[in-house]
Each structure stands twice: as structure tokens, then as C-alpha cells.
């Protein structure tokens, strides 16, 4: 019973911290594409941003979000091979976002907002963990 309590306790400390980074993200990270996106971006241009300082920040948070997500995870299954193959798809696919969102940028950003607006947003919120909990847990169940 102390062993579920602990997990659950963790559990509620990680979802706090990936709410805490979603408050505080204006704070933490260098991001110019915060306040853009919450306007009425369609008719704007794109804004000046630094390029190494917002790959460096989106990959601090992508980073962040990743290693809450794959504490969730050992903590949810207690799986080993679990959290490796999510460390890996982790790896993958923020590779290939991170690269594709600053191609976007440099090649047609302002013709794609669409776009980089989703790119972006699979980089900065901890999506893949609310698409991981369940299929993982559907295979635990079939097994």
C-alpha cells in the first residue's frame, strides 16, 4: 500500500511539473512564436527570432517534457523495455520535428503558418505521452 502511495505522489509531482511548465513558459523559455500564435496570426508576419536561441529553447523544453513524460511512464508500468522504446521514439520523433519546424521556417514559414503552428505545438506540449499512456496500456492488457 506505501508503494502505490509513493507512485501516486510522484505521479501527481510530474503532472504539477508539466502544468508549472505550461503557466510559466512565457518565463522560462525564449519563444517568440508564444505571443504570435495567441494572436490573430493569419494576417501577420512571422516575427524576428533568434535561430539558435529558440532551437536551444525548444529543445530545453521538448527535453523537459520528455523526461517527465518517461518518469509518468517507468512510474505507470514499471517497464523497462517501455521506457526504452519510448526513449527512443522520443529521440526520433523531436529529430525530426526540431528539423522540420526550423526547415519550415527557413524554406516557406510564411506560407505555412498552419503548419509550423502544429510542428510547434507537437514540440512544446507533452502530446506524445497522452498517446503513449493508452496504447501501452492497451498492449500491457492484451498480453
Known amino acids: 500500500m506505501l508503494k502505490n502511495k509513493t507512485s501516486l505522489f510522484f505521479i501527481v509531482v510530474i503532472l504539477l511539473s508539466l502544468v508549472a511548465i505550461r503557466m510559466y513558459e512565457d518565463v522560462i523559455f525564449y519563444d517568440p512564436f508564444l505571443d504570435y500564435f495567441k494572436a490573430n496570426y493569419t494576417s501577420l508576419p512571422l516575427p ?3 535561430p539558435v536561441k529558440l532551437f536551444f529553447s525548444l529543445g530545453f523544453r521538448f ?23 519510448s526513449t527512443f521514439l522520443y529521440v526520433f520523433f523531436g529529430s525530426i520535428l526540431m528539423v522540420a519546424f526550423f526547415f519550415m521556417l527557413k524554406v516557406g514559414g510564411a506560407e505555412n503558418k498552419m503548419a509550423l ?8 506540449q507533452p502530446i506524445f505521452v497522452i498517446l503513449f499512456i493508452p496504447a501501452f496500456y492497451y498492449q500491457k492488457r492484451i498480453k
Open 117 to 124: 503552428f502544429y510542428i510547434r505545438r507537437f514540440i512544446i
Open 48 to 50: 524576428n527570432y533568434h
Open 63 to 85: 527535453y523537459l517534457n520528455s523526461m517527465l513524460s518517461l518518469g509518468l511512464l517507468y512510474l505507470l508500468f514499471k517497464d523497462s523495455k517501455i521506457i526504452k522504446f
